[in-house]
């Protein structure tokens, strides 16, 4: 808040309109295929902030980077429309957008020609508040096997508080190892990928890396990843991403990161083209939500938990994982342990044995060193293995495992190919039919009991309002030593009784699991559902504080709401501003009473009319209240 606020003082001093500058006012000429960097640039220097770089209809060429300055917009008549297309004899992006604050970069094309100098379609670094949306990037060759590129658009370090949404990514140096559609890494924190189509690249589509906290992942779609490229890939301390509703074709990855969510996704590949992982998680992570995902088809292993520890503290709840190659998931526990793992009402069917190798064709197959465990209500169903294998009568790597209320059903082995092992186990009210052989185990060891998950939320709310989770959990013989907590619609955290504010309305699974010191897992689930403003029945009659709360929706096209609360009379403004501070337009000017508030801006100015894409800024002022919010309009 103290940021927005910020802007806003420093640039009220600057220029009250915008000015469109046409490159081809500057001599820029399309079509003719005569280089017009020069003109482009001399339409850049004559800008100042707020101004836009205007492309018409046509193809105009470049030999080097357009670099842009901070606090301008470059549109051109539509992705289809206006193309810049790289002629370059030299290394070099098609747009360079380093160390630059708020870009906005729109309807364009931006064609590499498949020209080995084209570095990357957007480059940025050390950078914020940048959004690159319908855009159409395409065509980069193979040309660093050393170096790591090209991608369509880069971020490579501290860039914050960006977007980038609705662009299509497209042939990216799918003979590459690097090549990538978006790649988002080395400390670039606080950024939103939405609604990216990425198509035929060497790499993957969305890779984040180094220290890149606090993603948002929602609604791409990935496709011809070639190779071993992976559609999503996150990857060292890559930390509270939300990866939602995407549909990829190859390898989503979690490989190290901490309080993640990956919900929704669907990994599937019909083509025939068998390739490695569904969804990973590997190397070092912690306290994930997994849930609702769907893995069918093209894929060796479904899932799979690999790679150097610690991987704990995992909730998998509600994925459908079917017609793997080899097993529908396989936690390796040998390379470098698994444990406080929770899997809940997942569907691990249909595997395929393409190979007399041992485990084969298995639902679920784990490997030593997997402790404290917990597979509840789970179908292990339809394989054309065992239904669960791995495990040492022997060992003692393998141990506190419980499995309580799966169906383990019409495998065409055994239910469960070994013991576990270990000195506990616990396996409480399976369904065990139907498969080559039905074998039972019996419960044993277990001396400590098992942690009781419960707590208390209302069965309502309202978008905006602080809602507190009351967790009444506890431990018959101990304490409990770890929660983790998932909101269905953001990051997971780990306080005991922690508050959420819900953005947009709808019903939410509130689910919380829990683990004793030993490390015994238990969970409990409610739902709430939350609606777009007070109910009546439920709201105060006066609030008690002054608030203003998200814009909803936010992202919006053309309307959105903004409400407020006020717990005395005051004299309100709202007005909403641009990122340098020009104000667009005045919502509220008058004096109002205690109440509940909401008024709808229609993305227009003072004059009635539409504003262009963009980040805006919307702020009240109540009496000695002052707040400020951000809000993203997309066309």
């Not at 690999?306 to 529908?328: D, H, L, R």
Request: with cysteine.
């Amino acid at each position: 808040m103290k940021k927005h606020i910020l802007i806003v003082s420093v640039f009220f001093s600057l220029i009250k309109s915008q000015t469109l500058l046409n490159v081809s006012d500057y001599g820029a000429v399309a079509n003719d295929g005569n280089d017009d960097i020069a003109e482009i640039n001399a339409a850049i220097d004559a800008s100042t902030a707020g101004d836009t770089i205007y492309f018409p209809s046509g193809m105009f060429h470049i030999s080097d980077a357009i670099r842009l300055k901070s606090y301008t917009v470059m549109v051109g008549e539509g992705q289809d429309n206006s193309t810049i297309l790289f002629m370059g004899t030299n290394l070099a992006p098609l747009v360079d957008i380093q160390e630059k604050t708020h870009i906005e970069i729109a309807n364009l094309c931006l064609d590499a020609n498949n020209n080995s100098n084209a570095s990357n379609g957007i480059e940025a670094y050390q950078g914020s508040e940048h959004f690159l949306h319908d855009l159409w990037i395409k065509n980069f060759t193979f040309n660093y096997p050393d170096w790591g590129g090209p991608q369509g658009i880069v971020f490579y370090g501290e860039v914050m508080d960006c977007m980038i949404s609705n662009n299509l990514i497209e042939n990216m140096s799918i003979e590459s190892e690097w090549g990538a559609g978006i790649v988002v890494g080395w400390g670039s924190s606080n950024n939103k990928i939405l609604n990216n189509t990425i198509n035929n690249t060497g790499r993957g589509g969305i890779l984040c890396n180094n220290g890149s906290t606090d993603l948002v992942i929602q609604n791409n779609i990935v496709t011809g990843s070639h190779g071993e490229g992976l559609g999503i890939e996150i990857w060292v301390d890559c930390d509270r991403a939300v990866i939602e509703d995407n549909i990829i074709d190859h390898w989503l990855s979690v490989g190290g990161g901490h309080y993640c969510a990956i919900r929704r996704n669907v990994i599937s590949d019909t083509s025939g083209v068998i390739k490695y992982i569904g969804l990973e998680v590997a190397w070092e992570n912690d306290n994930h939500i997994i849930t609702d995902n769907l893995v069918s088809y093209g894929f060796e292993q479904g899932m799979t938990v690999s790679n150097t520890p610690p991987k704990e503290y995992i909730f998998w709840g509600y994925n459908t994982i079917q017609y793997a190659e080899n097993w529908g998931i396989i936690i390796q526990g040998e390379t470098g342990g698994a444990n406080y793992l929770y899997f809940y009402k997942n569907a691990f069917q249909f595997s395929r044995k393409t190979d007399d190798f041992s485990g084969y064709g298995s639902g679920i197959r784990f490997n030593d060193d997997c402790d404290y465990i917990t597979f509840e209500e789970n179908q292990i169903i339809n394989n054309e293995g065992a239904g669960i294998t791995g495990g040492d009568p022997d060992s003692e790597a393998m141990d506190h495992m419980s499995f309580i209320n799966n169906t383990i059903a019409n495998n065409a082995e055994a239910s469960i190919e070994n013991d576990p092992g270990g000195d506990d186990l616990e396996w409480e009210n399976n369904e065990v039919y139907g498969n080559g052989y039905n074998i039972q185990l019996e419960s044993r060891g277990f001396e400590n009991q098992k942690p009781i998950a419960e707590f208390n939320i209302p069965s309502n709310g309202s978008v905006g309002e602080e809602i507190v989770f009351t967790n009444n959990s506890y431990d018959p013989d101990g304490e409990i030593g770890h929660v983790l907590w998932d909101f269905d619609d953001s990051y997971p955290v780990s306080d005991f009784s922690p508050t959420h504010v819900y953005t947009k309305p709808g019903e939410y699974r509130v689910t919380l699991l829990v683990w004793d010191e030993p490390g015994r897992g238990a969970r409990a689930e409610h739902y709430i559902t939350i609606e777009s403003l007070w109910t009546d029945e439920s709201k105060p009659e006066i609030p008690t504080d002054f608030r203003l709360f998200p814009a909803y929706p936010n992202p919006f096209n053309p309307i959105t709401s903004l409400r407020y609360d006020l717990p005395e009379q005051a004299q309100v403004t709202l007005t909403i501003y641009d990122l340098i501070g020009r104000e667009v337009t005045q919502l509220v000017n008058t004096t109002q009473d205690a109440g509940y508030r909401s008024v709808q801006w229609d993305a227009t100015d003072s004059f009635g009319m539409p504003v262009s894409a963009g980040v805006y800024l919307y702020q009240i002022r109540a009496g000695e209240f002052v707040q400020t919010r951000k809000m993203v309009l997309l066309k």
